[in-house]
């Protein structure tokens, strides 16, 4: 027993599981949002197909990923200890759970819907076309935003809502939020990616720039968290929930920008899950206590 758990931590590492925070809060906050529109019925199996949809989305995309930068983890002393380099998981493992993920996916996508069911194959085919963005476009973290903006925007449309601009605000936000974080993020392998031949914007940039950019990035966030409020016709929780996150990445940025790297994995993950659960909850509770 002992070692089939911890052959599933393996796995639950492989594909960064806990990360499954970042997008899961906004997707429940499009299908709560989804409640101020003319929407499809919330039943249990909508519920259960979301949840699948959200979860072998996401790890075929993070399989996909350990299996396409396996060489390029291995030399990096930042990353080669993640799964693949040490041993712990087989290359052709990874990819297999990355096909077996991305059929469930599709299959889950089909169940909610026809818009859903055709659009489940390209959108699978953006996260997957991720793992490779880094070898020829600095950019490649504005495709892991728009890649996690989807969640909300995929939610939305399963919840059958009606069109609105607010969730294209919302997906904005998401996307801009993550693009930050992430060449935040990237900082720790700037000379690494130099010396590599990979493109990211502290390696394109500078560190500098890249502090640059990402604090704008989030900057755009909170206008655009402002926005959706607006086109959702939103309350004082949810602004003030938007308050309380553009305080955290402000402090964020406080702790990047003194220039200790060590802190970085804090930032990108306390702090940015916080900002996840604070949004929908803060969402949640603004759509509870208006609803008559």
Not at 66 to 93: L, W, Y
Not at 102 to 124: D, H, I, N
């Amino acid at each position: 027993m002992s070692g089939v758990l911890a052959r599933l931590r393996s796995y639950a590492s492989l594909v960064a599981l806990s990360h499954t925070i970042f997008a899961m809060p906004f997707a429940a906050s499009a299908v709560v949002l989804a409640h101020t529109v003319p929407h499809r019925a919330l039943d249990e199996r909508r519920v259960a197909a979301l949840i699948v949809c959200m979860v072998t989305a996401r790890t075929s995309a993070m399989a996909f990923n350990r299996f396409a930068d396996r060489d390029i983890d291995a030399r990096n002393p930042r990353t080669r200890d993640r799964e693949i380099p040490r041993g712990a998981i087989g290359a052709t493992e990874a990819l297999a759970l990355s096909i077996v993920s991305g059929v469930l996916f599709v299959a889950s996508a089909a169940t909610l819907g026809r818009a859903p069911g055709v659009l489940g194959v390209p959108v699978l085919a953006f996260l997957l076309g991720y793992s490779y963005a880094k070898r020829f476009t600095w950019a490649a973290h504005a495709w892991l935003g728009i890649a996690l903006a989807l969640a909300p925007g995929g939610a939305w449309i399963a919840m059958g809502a009606s069109p609105s601009g607010a969730i294209v605000w919302l997906m904005a936000g998401v996307a801009t939020w993550l693009f930050g974080f992430d060449v935040l993020y990237s900082l720790q392998d700037e000379g690494f990616d130099r010396e590599n031949g990979l493109s990211s914007v502290p390696a394109r940039f500078g560190t500098t720039r890249a502090l640059v950019a990402s604090a704008a990035s989030h900057l755009v966030t909170v206008v655009a968290f402002v926005a959706a409020g607006l086109g959702f016709h939103r309350g004082i929780i949810y602004f003030g929930g938007v308050g309380a996150c553009a305080l955290v990445l402000a402090w964020e940025h406080v702790i990047v920008g003194r220039g200790d790297l060590r802190r970085i994995d804090r930032a990108f993950f306390d702090m940015n899950a916080m900002v996840g659960v604070g949004f929908f909850a803060c969402t949640l509770g603004d759509v509870l206590l208006s609803s008559p």
